[in-house]
């Protein structure tokens, strides 16, 4: 097998057992970033040289036997909103074009540490705000699949580099779907965490009480050992979990499911879904059934207000969180005469159009005489969704779930229609609102596209998905390695 | 019938906290003379990521306060994000506490300048990060001129604690003593070094006439004002101009003014309808600031005592003067200055004299604090003692007690360099010096003996110079009926 098309977990054995160096592995796999990077632009800063470097480090410290970390030699990529010491972080937005920042997202130094290599920095929608990845300001990412449909958002890049073999392990954050969506789309794992399971320091926020950081893997078994070094306790995020995390890579060993029940939500059903999904939900639902699970139906009333919630919710974090960028600091800064013109111009020219409109929205809810009509009702809401999934948790033990209610759209599709746009993330966004774990996999194709399913557990339940997930992996086999007919 | 008025007076005070480090990062708050922007980091500077994470010290220097003023320490707050457009402010917004400020309620009693008892209810004290500084390069430093400002942001994120009053005050004065209290309590407990010039601690007031025919002035907030000087005369100011507008027929709005200390005016800066939408919500970046029952108590338990209740024990226990008790009660160091000498045994009300005196006059001229006072306590009071016992006149002790600091000296070293001994001058020591005083002034000495000194103003003094050759240590009786022997 091609090294770019294998596992992180077997990459980093055959670099331990001195079969493949580390540079044979990074240059296979920036050779393939290459070759398919005209096609797809996923990757608004590739770090070639700095990858090469540190694979030579790398080999010499493996040369003289010093003890490799998990992951050492093993590639991956980045959104452009994890802050990387001395390398551009653009948030994939005018912006911050030039900006480098002079420090590490946590995530990206746990990796590091790991002995991970950083080959890049994906494309996003501007500020992780979009499901399709067509809201960066410098150009549109190509699904892997078919090239003329996107790949999701807002961690697109990510997905794709994942799926079509760049690195066998991405990462991206996930506010309402940004990590799932992109997965299904792509077809391969993303996974988005309880809320307080990785550290979001250093992750250009786009709603903080929503936002968490996950990984994309083509196997299961990446996606844990991803999870078992990005999942730590950090005391840079007051709202990152001390608790010990579990043993991840203990769920690949789980093989039937007997006494676990499976949840359906009946709210759900209501929506308009694309048949292929459906079918591919179906035959999970299959699977879990033949390995043992029991299957109840849930309900989750509040549910459909879910979508208005978080676009009042999200918005309104994100209008506090980017008021920073004005210009005095760092990234674009205007011409201006005066201080307020400064404010003006600086963010008339540094934001897109859907950067802006989320702002105008977030700005307009927090306001005096609007604060509890919209934003303190939205919050109530969420306080009874969670609720509502407390008790569904206390019936079953994770939920299946569609991912997206379509296959990967046309670019251009949905870009002249928010709501359209903002629908994608209708099954992916109650588990941000509810803090809860939940994962994309790949549930089969359809006429050549990938289909995403989702599972999603209770607070902290990250087990339950995993063990859920590593039944279907079984019996479905691992998701295609995008792009080889490309 | 001629018009009254009463003054409505409330006070909001920030403080800022003494902590080592800022009140969301490590970086150091000790930014007056620091290089600008040198005590800066990701989390200070606003950079896209970073995060904020307490710093459990200031919380627990607000829950000091706090407990001393009575307040419900409570034991679930959280803060809130204050979202404004200024240079100085990194975030865009700033963190504060809002809905749940870590101190609610309390009281602080005091005494006005006439020894009248004068009681304030404390609203609230909550916890914010402090702002950074803008630079005017211009000639004079101010805005107007200067073709660009800088930033420094080496003093955002220092902790402030907010303590807002009730609107209890009633007149400029009771502001004034209001805040002095206030002072003396942060400086005593060591929360703060409650500087008002360098801005460390601030006051902002809101005030209002009352007046008789049942109108009621609005609130006007007077911000700027930088000494306890410069408090109490635009009160003064604003309580005159308030009163003639209404007395006038006018009607006082709803603003901001700022006090000029040059011109002795209150001049407006913003209006309520310009007045901010500050967007509050909870930081969603910090969880609920979870303060336990059992903190608080062991806090509670590690509170010293209060600077009034050192001031009433200083007057009962010790029997010093209220004027004694008040200065000394100034500082907690001082008070355990005191409490040293008398534990070494020393007289109180002596050694209260000395520490006033003496100890401060040190301080005062080195410009240290009483933690760095060379001379430990018990040192003091073993000099009081030989005073006590007649060994060391009063002049000598403070020879003596000059060495010491000066030198660090033990009190025996120190007697010897200052020339004194322990003990009497007398019998033929004292004759020495005697004849060496005659001697070396002949000419009084002559006219003492000849008569020449109706008003005996020249035998006091010679009296005087052998005195002072003996460093007091000479009885002066003895000395007057030597000298008289000598010169018959
Ligand atoms: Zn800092």
């Given at each position: 097998m091609k090294l770019y098309a294998r596992s992180a977990a077997d990459l980093a054995r055959s670099i331990r057992s001195k079969e493949h160096s580390v540079a044979e592995v990074v240059e296979a796999h920036l050779s393939r970033m290459e070759r398919m990077e005209p096609i797809l632009s996923a990757i608004i800063t590739p770090l070639k040289e700095e990858a090469r470097a540190r694979a030579s480090a790398l080999d010499i410290a493996l040369s003289r036997d010093e003890n490799p970390g998990p992951l050492t030699g093993v590639p991956f990529i980045v959104k452009d909103n994890f802050c990387t010491r001395g390398v551009r972080t653009t948030c994939a937005s005018r912006m911050l074009e030039g900006w480098v920042p002079p420090y590490d997202a946590t995530v990206v130094r746990y990796l590091e540490e790991a002995g991970a290599v950083l080959i890049g920095k994906a494309n996003m929608d501007e500020f992780a705000m979009g499901s399709s990845t067509e809201h960066s300001a410098f150009f549109t990412t190509g699904n892997p699949w078919d090239p003329r449909r996107v790949p999701g958002g807002s961690s697109g890049g990510s997905a794709a580099a994942c799926a079509a073999g760049y690195a066998p392990l991405a990462f991206g954050s996930d506010t309402g779907g940004s990590i799932r969506q992109p997965a299904a789309f792509c077809g391969v794992y993303g996974f988005k965490p309880t809320y307080g399971m990785v550290s979001r320091y250093g992750v250009v926020p786009f709603a903080s009480s929503l936002d968490q950081i996950g990984p994309f893997s083509r196997t299961l078994e990446d996606l844990l050992l991803a999870m078992e070094v990005i999942a730590r306790p950090d005391e840079r995020d007051a709202t990152c979990s001390r608790a010990l995390r579990p043993d991840?890579?203990?769920?690949?060993?789980?093989t039937d499911l007997r006494g676990k029940r499976v949840g359906l939500v009946k709210e759900f059903e209501g929506y308009d879904i694309d048949g292929a999904v459906i079918e591919s939900l179906r035959s999970a639902r299959e699977i879990l059934i033949d390995a043992g699970a029991s299957v109840v139906d849930v309900t989750l009333p509040t549910v459909g207000h879910g979508l208005a919630c978080y676009y009042i919710i999200a918005p309104a974090e994100a209008s506090s969180n980017l008021a920073r960028f004005d210009g005095v600091r760092y990234g674009f800064s205007a011409e201006a005469d005066s201080l307020i013109e400064l404010y003006h111009k600086t963010r008339q020219g540094g934001f897109g159009p859907e950067v802006k409109r989320r702002l105008l929205m977030g700005t307009y809810v927090l306001s005096s005489g609007y604060y509890d009509a919209y934003y303190n009702k939205a919050l109530k809401v969420v306080a009874i969704l969670r609720g509502e999934f407390d008790r569904a948790f206390s019936e079953v033990d994770f939920i299946l779930a569609p991912t997206t209610p379509t296959l990967p759209f046309r670019k251009g599709e949905n870009i002249g229609d928010p709501i359209r746009m903002y629908m994608s993330d209708l099954f992916t966004l109650p588990a941000n609102m509810a803090g809860l774990p939940a994962l994309s996999l790949n549930g089969g194709y359809s006429e050549g596209l990938p289909v995403g399913i989702q599972l999603i557990g209770p607070r902290f339940g990250e087990m339950e998905i995993f063990s859920a997930a590593a039944v279907i992996e079984k019996s479905l086999g691992l998701p295609r390695l995008a792009g080889g007919v490309l | 019938m001629a018009l009254s008025f009463q003054t409505v007076i409330g006070l909001e005070i920030h403080v800022q906290l003494?902590?080592?480090?800022?009140l969301f990062c490590s970086c150091s708050t000790d930014y007056i003379g620091a290089r600008p922007n040198s005590n800066v980091c990701p989390v200070c500077l606003g950079m896209p990521g970073s995060l904020p994470v307490v710093n459990g010290r200031a919380v627990e220097l607000a829950a000091m306060v706090g407990l001393a003023l009575g307040s419900?320490?409570?034991?679930a707050t959280r803060f809130h994000r204050k979202n404004y457009f200024y240079a100085d402010l990194s975030k865009g917004y700033q963190i504060s506490q809002f809905d749940l400020p870590i101190c609610a309620g309390g009281l602080l009693v005091f005494d006005d300048d006439e020894g009248k008892e004068v009681r304030v209810a404390i609203t609230r004290a909550h916890l914010e990060e402090d702002a950074g500084k803008l630079v005017h390069p211009s000639v004079d430093g101010r805005l107007a001129g200067a073709l660009h400002s800088l930033v420094d942001?080496?003093?955002?994120g220092v902790p402030l604690l907010e303590i807002v009053s009730e609107p209890?005050?009633?007149c400029p004065p009771h502001a004034r003593r209001y805040t002095e209290e206030i002072r003396r309590l942060v400086r005593y407990l060591g929360v703060s070094d409650g500087d008002m010039e360098s801005g460390s601690l601030r006051v902002d007031a809101n005030i209002s006439q009352k007046v008789s025919d049942g109108r009621w002035g609005s609130r006007v907030e007077i911000k700027n004002m930088n000494s306890l000087r410069s408090l109490e005369r635009a009160l003064e100011y604003e309580v005159k101009r308030q009163r003639k507008v209404l007395a006038e027929g006018g009607e006082i709005h709803q603003e901001t003014r700022h006090w000029d200390d040059g011109e002795g005016k209150t001049r407006s800066m913003r209006s309520k309808e310009e007045a901010h939408d500050y967007r509050y919500f909870p930081d969603p970046d910090l969880p609920p600031l979870i303060v336990t029952a059992d903190r608080i108590e062991a806090l509670r338990s590690l509170m010293p005592e209060l600077p009034w209740q050192a001031e009433r024990r200083l007057v009962?226990?010790?029997?010093?003067?209220a004027d004694d008790a008040k200065v000394l009660a100034e500082s907690a160091a001082a008070v355990a200055y005191l409490d040293g000498c008398v534990q070494a045994g020393a007289e109180a009300k002596r050694a209260a004299n000395w520490v006033r005196t003496e100890v401060l006059r040190v301080l005062n001229e080195r410009k240290i604090s009483i933690e760095a006072f060379p001379l430990k306590p018990e040192s003091l009071a073993s000099i009081l003692a030989l005073v006590d016992r007649g060994k060391l006149s009063t002049t000598a002790a403070k020879d003596v007690f000059d060495v010491m600091v000066r030198d660090g000296s033990g009190l025996d070293t120190a007697m010897a360099a200052a020339g004194v001994v322990s003990g009497r001058v007398e019998g033929s020591r004292l004759e020495e010096i005697v004849e060496k005083v005659l001697a070396e002034n002949a000419d009084a000495a002559e006219a003492v003996r000849s008569g020449k000194d109706p008003k005996d103003k020249k035998i006091k003094f010679l009296q005087g110079l052998v005195m002072r050759e003996t460093r007091g240590q000479a009885d002066v009786a003895q000395v007057a009926s030597l000298i008289a022997r000598k010169l018959s």
């Open positions: 991840f890579r203990k769920a690949l060993d789980v | 003494a902590t080592k480090s800022k419900k320490v409570q034991q942001y080496n003093r955002g209890d005050i009633t009962d226990a010790y029997g010093l003067g």
